[in-house]
């Protein structure tokens, strides 16, 4: 295999064994077997631990549309677009929060900051059961976006630093993963804890908050125990496995930056066109995303179907889109594709969106079959596009500046889709689903525009002469402006 023809970036080097230049510039082995036992052994440990995490906080941000579903609004007298003021609430403090706490995270320990974060909202969600009207609605998911905000970008910039760029995308669909088995979890928890309708004279929505928020609970003190600040700190390695790992680092070691916080970084990330046009994609895609996520069950119980049918039948949607976007990610990672695979996603989308608003509301079956068009689609392209970017920047802080912004450029998405999708006419959304079917297209369009934009930037490095590569490497061109730095594409 002629690495060679590989972007220096990205060789796969769990293909391949080789030598490398360690920190201190003597030669480091890298045991292809080895590696693949320590890779195993990585998803084996931090993937149930991510799941969980991030499965519980999807899960207890978008179970305000099961208990929609199930009569919260009359319960608590919700008037004209109170339901969804609540839902653009949760984004106001959710955007806010997540650049500071990708900033932060590395000061304050993952390992401690994470669980803490986990247990505030869990309590925020046990109080939500016991709310009587629109206000403490809106303060309730108020605190939660507050507390969940941190989760996305930081899980993500946290597999950053176990795993290597061309390995990231099947990583970071673990957190898509959870988030479309939410969905399904959901639905059945729904169904199960809504038959506790009228015990201790609580309505069967509410034991969904105060259930789900004693599970949460749970998860807090569990990750607390089990999650590793870092693979030096990580229990479960060996000596040899830690040996590994920081070969594997001092692979990209040029490309990682100074260890401590330098203000530099942030404003190269700010100032990087490649952020704006991935926040772009992110945002256009996230409209799409929390109205499937929010909307979901009330859009299927549009389509003539009662309570409980609602709650199953959002179950198997979300199963066929996690395992599709499974593959998706594995096949991204193996043939080190972003684009490719994204395009061909936004279109899915956008067809199912075209049925959605072009098939009568009678026709159920049909209108039931698109929304398995569309939500593979959506996690593809919010998934892909989150580990496309891990992938674009270096060091560590430009990352984490990235990552944080992006989320909170794609997050604030949130604030429009509980307006977009206020009303029904005809016993559709049409206003929502028409905005969506626009936002996956420039979604698309973006997507193209990063595309092109890095592979001109490979190109221009490519043809770099040694003179001018050395030219730059002296200028202090490092992280992913280092002459040798190839973007995935």
């Known amino acids: 295999m002629d690495l060679d023809n590989k972007p220096k970036a990205f060789q796969d080097i769990s293909a391949v064994e080789g030598s490398i230049d360690g920190a201190l510039g003597e030669s480091t082995h890298i045991d292809s077997k080895a590696q693949k036992k320590l890779l195993l052994k990585l998803d084996l440990y931090l993937a149930p631990i991510i799941t969980l995490i991030f499965l519980c906080a999807y899960l207890d941000r978008s179970n305000i549309g099961n208990a929609q579903a199930a009569g919260m609004g009359k319960d608590l007298g919700l008037i004209g677009n109170q339901y969804g003021n609540a839902v653009t609430l949760f984004y106001v403090f959710y955007v806010a929060g997540e650049i500071p706490s990708t900033i932060l995270m590395k000061k304050l320990r993952p390992n401690r900051m994470i669980p803490a974060l986990v247990f505030c909202w869990s309590v925020v969600l046990i109080g939500t059961g016991f709310m009587h009207n629109a206000q403490q609605l809106y303060a309730s998911r108020l605190l939660l976006g507050l507390f969940e905000s941190a989760m996305f970008p930081c899980l993500a910039l946290y597999l950053s630093t176990f795993y290597m760029p061309q390995e990231q995308a099947l990583r970071i669909s673990y957190l898509f993963v959870s988030a479309a088995l939410s969905g399904a979890f959901g639905g059945l928890f729904a169904f199960a804890l809504l038959k506790m309708d009228g015990v201790q004279g609580l309505e069967g929505w509410r034991w969904l908050f105060i259930v789900e928020g004693c599970l949460s609970v749970l998860v807090a003190f569990v990750v607390y125990f089990l999650l590793p600040n870092d693979f030096e700190t990580a ?11 920081r070969a594997r680092m001092a692979m990209n070691a040029r490309y990682n930056g100074a260890p401590e916080f330098d203000w530099k970084e942030v404003r190269k990330a700010f100032r990087d066109p490649k952020l704006y046009i991935s926040c772009w994609c992110q945002f256009m895609a996230d409209i799409c995303s929390f109205g499937l996520s929010t909307f979901m069950p009330t859009i299927i119980r549009g389509f003539g179907y009662g309570t409980v049918e609602t709650q199953l039948l959002t179950v198997p949607v979300y199963i066929w889109a996690s395992i599709a976007y499974m593959l998706v990610s594995w096949s991204s990672d193996r043939f080190q594709k972003r684009a490719f695979f994204m395009v061909p996603g936004a279109l899915l989308t956008a067809v199912g969106y075209a049925v959605q608003l072009g098939v009568p509301q009678a026709q159920r079956g049909a209108l039931y079959f698109s929304i398995f ?7 593809i392209i919010v998934g892909l596009n989150a580990a496309w970017l891990l992938n674009s920047h270096a060091g560590y802080h430009k990352r984490a ?9 794609g997050n604030s998405a949130g604030v429009v889709v509980g307006q977009i999708f206020a009303k029904r006419v005809n016993g559709k959304y049409v206003t929502g689903l028409s905005v969506s079917l626009g936002a996956v297209l420039l979604a698309l369009l973006g997507h193209v525009a990063l595309w092109a934009y890095m592979r001109h930037q490979n190109k221009k490095r490519d043809a770099m002469s040694e003179k001018e590569r050395k030219r ?18």
């Open 235 to 245: 229990r479960f390695l060996s000596a040899e496995d830690k040996e590994l790992m």
């Open 373 to 379: 068009l569309i939500a593979p689609g959506i996690y």
């Open 401 to 409: 500046t990235a990552v944080g912004t992006n989320q909170a450029f």
């Open 472 to 489: 730059l490497i002296s200028a202090g061109k490092d992280g992913d402006y280092h002459p040798d730095y190839r973007y995935a594409l």
